[in-house]
């Protein structure tokens, strides 16, 4: 059997409108009996995945929010045939890097990706991500867009966003950092304080680019010291990873990786708000 797995939900609810897209494009007709569509709304995938056999194949219509919930759910699960994903959230990061880094002909199969991934503990809970996390004006952008979309707005501008809070809204807290060897550092005016596994995050922005979610560590990036003006001039190179570049950046190859800020700030993993964290530790 052929199952075409998808979230309603995603890409501002055009989930099942990807699914149909991914039958149009294998040529396959919506009553064709090999093949099967599957919202993920509900379903407990842990308990579904007990039936699937390595005959089967799993086409997986999904962003990075669902694949992050996917991820988490099937840790130590075995998972017996192909999962293919096609493109279906809103920023498709972890597609995005893999496509350009670990290039393969047609779909890729993803089962490789989420195994042994990285551990956040943040405001007393663990769980695995693919991508990163995004502490401090990338995470306020994230709680500040949920609100949009919760009054019903479809299209978010992110870029703009940012810019707004950036100039007008975000508080740079102070950061306290312990990465491996234990040595406590303290930033000021932090606007970043990021954990990456893979090189992109952000709907397209490249924060790691020397990252490689194939070995055992992660990439430490902190932006910080700069002013308003200086950090929006210098923000856009972020897009194409120039902004390792910059004096107010500082990136670390780390294994282990705790942040403390003085104010309780939004986070975002793979995507998905946390609100109100003081501290989180990652590892991997």
Known sequence: MNYVLFNHL???????????????????????????????????????????????????????????RIANELDG????CPVLLISGGTGNDFLRDIVENYPTEGYTDIREYIKNLPTIRVNGKECHFLNGIGYGIDGMCCEVADKKKAEGKKKIDY?????????????????????????????????????????YYGGGM????????????????????????????DFPSIFKGEHVKKKSVTVIPAKKIKVKFDIPTAMQIDGETVLNVSEYEAWK
């Open 77 to 80: 699960v075995e998972i017996p």
């Open 159 to 199: 870029t703009a966003l940012t810019i707004n809070l950036l100039m007008f809204h975000y508080k740079c807290p102070t950061a306290t950092v312990v990465l491996d060897d234990g040595k406590e550092t303290t930033y000021e005016k932090v606007w970043l304080a990021s954990a990456m596994n893979g090189r």
């Open 10 to 68: 995603s890409n501002n609810g055009a989930g099942e409108t990807r699914a149909d897209a991914l039958y149009t494009s294998l040529g396959v007709k919506a009553d064709d009996p090999a093949y099967k569509k599957i919202d993920l709304v509900g379903l407990n995938l842990s308990e579904w995945m007990k039936d699937i056999t390595a005959d089967d194949l799993i086409y997986l219509v999904a962003g990075d929010g669902t694949l992050n």
């Open 206 to 233: 490249k924060a790691a680019p020397d990252q490689d979610r194939k070995g055992d560590g992660l990439t430490f990036l902190i932006w910080h010291g700069s002013g308003k003006i200086g950090t929006l001039a």
